[in-house]
């Protein structure tokens, strides 16, 4: 059952002039860098029942160091994250296999721009869903899109 449909706050800088906030120019995920420090953590709080976040956003960049991220709940599934907020390769791995992210979708190596418009039909040649079914396996397939350091 869907709990809530809602925006994490931004920092204070962002609302008055989002260009005077770094965003670093690698990022897939630009609003990362514009959301509060702890507006996931106040999320979470206002939606105490929720046990998992869809994000469309990405991950703030402190995510590690949120409540939210240290609990059992909630749990995350995200679209083109950055998942250098994750850290390294193997966090990314222990995070799927912890089960704190669910389900990532992340854009296929090779494949045309998303930009032109996406059919249901071209969802598996554009990107690939990632769980911790596959993560391991799509490690070796896909190295370059995971965090190295």
Do not use: Y
């Amino acid at each position: 059952m869907l709990e809530a449909i809602a925006f994490p706050e931004l920092k204070p800088e962002a609302r008055t002039n989002p260009r005077a906030v770094f965003i670093d120019g690698e990022t897939t995920t630009p609003l990362s860098f514009l959301v509060g420090p702890d507006a996931f953590d106040k999320l979470a709080g206002q939606h105490p029942q929720a046990s998992l976040f869809v994000s469309l956003i990405g991950l703030p960049a402190n995510v590690k160091e949120l409540q939210c991220w240290q609990e059992e709940k909630p749990k995350f599934v995200l679209l083109l994250p950055d998942l250098r907020f994750v850290g390294n390769a193997t966090a990314v791995k222990q995070s799927l296999q912890k089960g704190k992210i669910v389900a990532m979708v992340l854009p296929k190596p090779g494949a045309p721009s998303v930009h032109h418009g996406v059919s249901k039909t071209d969802f598996d040649r554009l990107f690939i869903l990632v769980t911790a079914d596959n993560i391991e396996q799509t490690m070796l397939d896909h190295p370059q899109l995971f965090p190295a350091k």
